[in-house]
């Protein structure tokens, strides 16, 4: 079974310029989680969604961080504008149902320079 | 909110030997206790949990031990190997069932 797959790997952009991620989760899972985590940290959970719709995004940057989750499969995560305390490991999850085990990817690594 | 606190954040042990962290939890509500650990350049990866209804789980050389009275939980690990070595992070659940982790505790495993 193939695991959750995040691309880039790494990105490197400087400060008040735009980025997105691309999160694809395991097949069939229903639920999709996007976590910051930074240098040092635990995961911070960004936005959760449960198919393509958002159950939880309370803790998601709104004037900047913007997340979409189309036909309930894959996921991107967009920052606009970036500001330097966005450097951190961006991670995506998924798992089967909410409150079943979350898989993670290997997550994007952002530098803002 | 839930606040979680893991200690300690380091630990050297030598092979062979066991390790033990300690988190510990404020929400009552919690029900979900997961230990992930995490390699350098990957994702966190869930190696045993427990539920509120269970004191203990053992899996192999891994087990979890909960108190939900003291609102606490400690992920042990016997006869620990060099590939042990990583970061742990516990990660109880809240009210509203998102996981909150903990700052983690780098484990060294010294051959």
């Known amino acids: 079974e193939a695991g959750v797959a995040q691309s880039p790997r790494y990105k490197i952009i400087e400060k008040r310029q735009s980025v997105a991620f691309w999160c694809n989760p395991i097949s069939g899972h229903a639920t999709l989680y996007w976590y910051q985590q930074i240098l040092g940290q635990g995961p911070k959970l960004l936005i959760q969604?449960?198919?393509?719709?958002?159950?939880?995004d309370s803790q998601l940057p709104k004037d900047r961080f913007s997340a979409e989750r189309l036909k309930g499969v894959d996921s991107t995560l967009k920052i606009q504008p970036a500001k330097l305390e966005d450097s951190a490991v961006y991670l995506c999850a998924s798992s089967p149902r909410l409150l079943d085990t979350q898989y993670f990817g290997p997550g994007t690594r952002l530098t803002v320079l | 909110g839930e606040n979680v606190e893991q200690h300690p954040s380091t630990l050297s042990v030598q092979e062979g030997d066991s390790a033990v962290i300690k988190c510990t939890y404020s929400?009552?509500?919690?029900?979900?206790f997961p230990w992930y650990k995490q390699e350098l350049g990957k994702g966190p990866q869930l190696i045993i949990d427990?539920?509120?209804?269970?004191g203990e789980k053992k899996d192999q050389r891994i087990a979890v031990t909960l108190n939900k009275t003291a609102k606490h939980f400690s992920l042990h690990i016997t006869e620990t190997q060099p590939e042990d070595s990583a970061v742990y992070f516990c990660?109880?659940?809240?009210?509203?069932?998102?996981?909150?982790f903990g700052s983690g505790t780098r484990l060294l495993v010294r051959p």
């Open positions: 990660a109880p659940d809240d009210s509203s069932y998102k996981l909150i």
């Open positions: 929400d009552s509500a919690s029900n979900y």
């Open positions: 427990i539920r509120s209804n269970v």
């Open positions: 969604f449960q198919n393509n719709g958002v159950v939880d």
